[in-house]
């Protein structure tokens, strides 16, 4: 079992930056895939961002360019630094963990985060 704790959502501007955290149990997340999904209200949860244990990363079209994932294997932490975030960036976001990551979706992770929410404001 691997537990998934999120940190840093909150409100801001637009424009603004925001990082996220996700520290994961150190059983066995170092061989894991790790990343952000996003769910904004009334609409299908999405894939923000993954990445591998040997750093390969993947980036949905909607944040590429201005979001950026990053890896501490030695902390079993994940971060998502959030740059330029429009109104559109509003979700809860939610740390996923999964043992693939060429079939990195929804279908395939294995645990999730309890989700932060990022508010983006005019």
């Known amino acids: 079992q691997v537990q998934l704790v999120e940190s840093g959502g909150g409100l801001v501007q637009a424009g603004d930056s925001l990082r996220l955290s996700c520290a994961a149990s150190a059983s066995t997340a170092h061989t894991y895939s790790m990343g952000w999904f996003r769910q904004a209200p009334g609409k299908e949860r999405e894939s923000v961002a993954a990445i591998n244990y040997t750093g390969d990363t993947a980036y949905g079209d909607s944040v590429k360019g201005r979001f950026t994932i990053s890896r501490d294997n030695a902390k079993n932490t994940v971060y998502l630094q959030m740059n330029s975030l429009k109104l559109e960036d509003t979700a809860i976001y939610y740390c996923?963990?999964?043992?693939?990551?060429?079939?990195?979706?929804?279908?395939?992770?294995?645990?999730w985060g309890q989700g932060t929410q990022v508010t983006v404001s005019s």
């Open positions: 996923a963990v999964a043992s693939t990551f060429n079939d990195w979706s929804h279908r395939t992770i294995a645990y």
